[in-house]
Structures are given as structure tokens and as C-alpha cells.
Nanobody, 115 residues
Framework: QVQLVESGGGLVQPGGSLRLSCVAS????????IMWHRQAPGKERELVAT???????NYADSVKGRFTVSRDNARNTVYLEMNSLRPEDTAVYYC?????????WGQGTQVTVSS
């Protein structure tokens, strides 16, 4: 059974940092691209960052230069390092494996940026 579990969210002040983790099981992790999405209240889910199986990365314009996605294949884990956080980064963050059918999603982790 494929399972993705996110963690690391929380409440942080503007300008602060958080590191999210996504641990995968039930898939051959090293051959899978992994994506981070987020969904803010009343808004559609949006793609934040992608890391391919060979380590290439891509980011939404809104997070470029502030967020960094990385992976540790030995731990079946993808990380999202978020710096210089803004109130508009407040959302539930999800990871997903787009190459896997049916496409799995984690349960999400809440990130709240507020003073």
C-alpha cells in the first residue's frame, strides 16, 4: 500500500523558517518524482515545488529563492526547506508522487505564518 506522510508544519512568524518532510512507503522511491502542493483556505491547490528522480528541481515563481526541495533516497524522504516565510504562505502542504497510479497524496501538514 502506497503511503505518503508529511510532517514539520506549525506556526511561525513572518520571516521565519520551517522544514517539511514527506516520507514515502509502498513505492520504489528512487525512481519517483515528488511534488509539493499547497492549498490555502478558499483557494485551489497549487504546485509549489518538484524534485525529479534524478534530483532536478523546479519551483513556483512565488517561492523561488525562498524554498528549497531536496531528497534522501536512503530514507525515502523528500524535504521542503522554507525560509523568509510570508503570511501568504499559510496553507496546508501536501506531497504527492505523480508517476504513481493511482496518484497518492499525503494527509497534509498545516503551515501558518502569522505574528
Amino acid at each position: 500500500q502506497v503511503q505518503l506522510v508529511e510532517s514539520g508544519g506549525g506556526l511561525v512568524q513572518p520571516g521565519g523558517s520551517l522544514r517539511l518532510s514527506c516520507v514515502a512507503s509502498g513505492i520504489i522511491f528512487r525512481i519517483n518524482d515528488i511534488m509539493w502542493h499547497r492549498q490555502a483556505p478558499g483557494k485551489e491547490r497549487e504546485l509549489v515545488a518538484t524534485i525529479t528522480s534524478d534530483g532536478r528541481t523546479n519551483y513556483a515563481d512565488s517561492v523561488k529563492g525562498r524554498f528549497t526541495v531536496s531528497r534522501d533516497n536512503a530514507r525515502n524522504t523528500v524535504y521542503l526547506e522554507m525560509n523568509s516565510l510570508r503570511p501568504e504562505d499559510t496553507a496546508v502542504y501536501y506531497c504527492t508522487a505523480p508517476n504513481t497510479f493511482p496518484r497518492p497524496w499525503g494527509q497534509g501538514t498545516q503551515v501558518t505564518v502569522s505574528s
